[in-house]
């Protein structure tokens, strides 16, 4: 139980900061598209970590929390692939379209996602023969997670590209 309040903690406190960014970068820097998807990015983040906190302290909603928290987790490779996106110059972006159609691509699939989590349709209550009750995965369970592994690794994959190709400064 002390675990779980220092975790809740930590975790509580790594989200404020996370909002506490995201919010600066939406008030300082409205004009600029790389702010705004790393605000978003970071704000989904701030979601994630607050959602699995309370989550640990609130434990007769705990599914609804991680749910809460895995709807924040299924938006991240979307707002990733934006992220590298926005640092793409004009005339880099207008050339490459594929990289545009496979951020929607991943949003679209991220969305149906949450909508299946967000139904009930990916955890479970599990008790177990000694009485003791755990959140445990549905059958289909694991295909939220097979695809933020796999849209964080093209997102990363993508910032990578497009931060080793760059030779500027991040833009304004």
């Given at each position: 139980?002390?675990?779980?309040?220092?975790?809740?903690?930590?975790?509580?406190?790594?989200?404020?900061?996370?909002?506490?960014?995201?919010?600066?970068?939406?008030?300082?820097?409205?004009?600029?598209?790389?702010?705004?998807?790393?605000?978003?990015?970071?704000?989904?983040?701030?979601?994630s970590y607050l959602a699995n906190a309370a989550g640990l302290l609130d434990e007769p909603h705990a599914l609804w929390w991680r749910?809460?928290?895995?709807?924040?987790?299924?938006?991240?490779?979307?707002?990733?692939?934006?992220?590298?996106?926005a640092f793409l110059n004009p005339v880099e972006r207008s050339s490459d379209t594929s990289a545009l159609w496979r951020a929607r691509?991943?949003?679209?699939?991220?969305?149906?996602?949450?909508?299946?989590?967000?139904?009930?349709?990916?955890?479970?209550?599990?008790?177990?023969?000694?009485?003791?009750?755990?959140?445990?995965?549905?059958?289909?369970?694991?295909?939220?997670?097979?695809?933020?592994?796999?849209?964080?690794?093209?997102?990363?994959?993508?910032?990578?590209?497009?931060?080793?190709?760059?030779?500027?400064?991040?833009?304004?």
């Open positions: 139980m002390v675990f779980q309040t220092w975790f809740s903690i930590a975790a509580g406190l790594v989200a404020a900061i996370a909002g506490g960014m995201a919010c600066i970068l939406f008030i300082r820097r409205r004009t600029g598209s790389s702010h705004r998807s790393l605000a978003v990015l970071l704000g989904t983040t701030a979601v749910a809460t928290a895995m709807v924040a987790e299924l938006v991240q490779p979307t707002a990733l692939l934006y992220v590298g996106l691509i991943v949003g679209c699939v991220g969305l149906l996602l949450a909508g299946f989590v967000a139904t009930g349709q990916v955890f479970q209550w599990k008790v177990f023969e000694d009485g003791r009750a755990a959140i445990a995965l549905i059958t289909w369970g694991r295909i939220p997670y097979v695809f933020i592994v796999i849209g964080m690794a093209l997102g990363l994959a993508q910032l990578e590209l497009v931060l080793r190709a760059s030779h500027e400064p991040v833009p304004p």
